[in-house]
């Protein structure tokens, strides 16, 4: 069998160490704190959507529902295997 290049070699290393780094207890408390975020400002989201015909915040309703989508864009681009 061939000798592995020194790319697929690094390769390796690389994806071990991502596998390591999302497995680690730091990684998983850093993307449940980025989960609640998001469940907290969607949450939030939807108060002000109900309550809409009293306070008709429309801006902010977006602005809570870009948040939340920006942080679980950062979930998806890093939280997960590739």
């Given at each position: 069998?061939?000798?592995?290049?020194?790319?697929?070699?690094?390769?390796?290393l690389?994806?071990?160490?991502?596998?390591?780094?999302?497995?680690?207890?730091?990684?998983?408390?850093?993307?449940?704190?980025?989960?609640?975020?998001?469940?907290?400002?969607?949450?939030?989201?939807r108060?002000?959507?109900?309550?809409?015909?009293?306070?008709?915040?429309?801006?902010?309703?977006?602005?809570?529902?870009?948040?939340?989508?920006?942080?679980?864009?950062?979930?998806?681009?890093?939280?997960?295997?590739?």
């Amino acid at each position: 069998m061939d000798k592995p290049t020194p790319r697929a070699q690094e390769n390796a290393l690389l994806a071990q160490e991502r596998i390591n780094w999302l497995e680690s207890n730091a990684t998983k408390v850093l993307f449940k704190s980025i989960g609640d975020e998001i469940l907290a400002l969607t949450q939030q989201a939807r108060q002000l959507a109900a309550d809409y015909s009293i306070n008709q915040n429309h801006l902010k309703i977006i602005q809570l529902l870009q948040q939340a989508n920006a942080l679980a864009q950062i979930i998806e681009k890093h939280g997960k295997h590739h």
